[in-house]
T-cell receptor, first 116, second 115 residues
Framework: DTGVSQNPRHKITKRGQNVTFRCDPI?????LYWYRQTLGQGPEFLTY????????KSRLLSDRFSAERPKGSFSTLEIQRTEQGDSAMYLC??????????????FGNGTRLTVT | KQEVTQIPAALSVPEGENLVLNCSFT??????LQWFRQDPGKGLTSLLL?????REQTSGRLNASLDKSSGRSTLYIAASQPGDSATYLC??????????????FGKGTHLIIQP
């Protein structure tokens, strides 16, 4: 068990470019979450997968954002036409649960995005 | 809409002191509450998860309590050490009608333990 892995750790991009982040959850975990965190704030929920199904998307997730989890394993988060306001830490978390969420979430170390 | 508030926003104390971090939430219909630690530039590490049926949960020098009726939780850190310096966040779950769930976080308490 190597924990939740996120790549890349840092990404600097110019406004208008597309970026893609990858998250590899703990292997047996069926739930995967994406959060965004800005300086001095707690993480904010973006989207959630139960296995390969995307069950919830926050209103924070504009149509420039898309997430996938093919085969219920790793997940990718793509941001198209990046804006400076997209600069943040993007965190991935996973958990193993059935029914109501009652197991701890395990977070990766995040991908820090800077849009110039 | 669930709101989570953490007080104080920042705390600086000498090594060895016992301290209490506070978390309050507006909707008491929760199944659990989780405390996390975050080091600068890193992800979150789960410290304690308290089920709604529990009043306390302990791990080493950490003790977390939960009072659902008043919408409060506290994290007690005994005999603080410089290595405890980090941001501590509490979070409560939400559930959608579609079967999804997630966590609502507070903004955290930034803790500095002075050697």
């Amino acid at each position: 068990d190597t924990g939740v892995s996120q790549n890349p750790r840092h990404k600097i991009t110019k406004r208008g470019q597309n970026v893609t982040f990858r998250c590899d959850p703990i292997s047996e975990h069926n739930r995967l979450y994406w959060y965004r965190q800005t300086l001095g704030q707690g993480p904010e929920f973006l989207t959630y997968f139960q296995n390969e199904a995307q069950l919830e998307k926050s209103r924070l997730l504009s149509d420039r954002f898309s997430a996938e989890r093919p085969k219920g394993s790793f997940s990718t988060l793509e941001i198209q036409r990046t804006e400076q306001g997209d600069s943040a830490m993007y965190l991935c978390a996973s958990s193993l649960s059935r029914g109501l969420s009652n197991s701890p979430l395990h977070f990766g170390n995040g991908t820090r995005l800077t849009v110039t | 809409k669930q709101e989570v508030t953490q007080i104080p926003a920042a705390l600086s104390v000498p090594e060895g002191e016992n301290l209490v971090l506070n978390c309050s939430f507006t909707d008491s219909a929760i199944y659990n509450l989780q405390w996390f630690r975050q080091d600068p530039g890193k992800g979150l590490t789960s410290l304690l998860l308290i089920q709604s049926s529990q009043r306390e949960q302990t791990s080493g020098r950490l003790n977390a309590s939960l009072d659902k009726s008043s919408g409060r939780s506290t994290l007690y850190i005994a005999a603080s050490q410089p290595g405890d310096s980090a941001t501590y966040l509490c979070a409560v779950p939400w559930y959608s009608g579609g079967g999804a769930d997630g966590l609502t976080f507070g903004k955290g308490t930034h803790l500095i333990i002075q050697p």
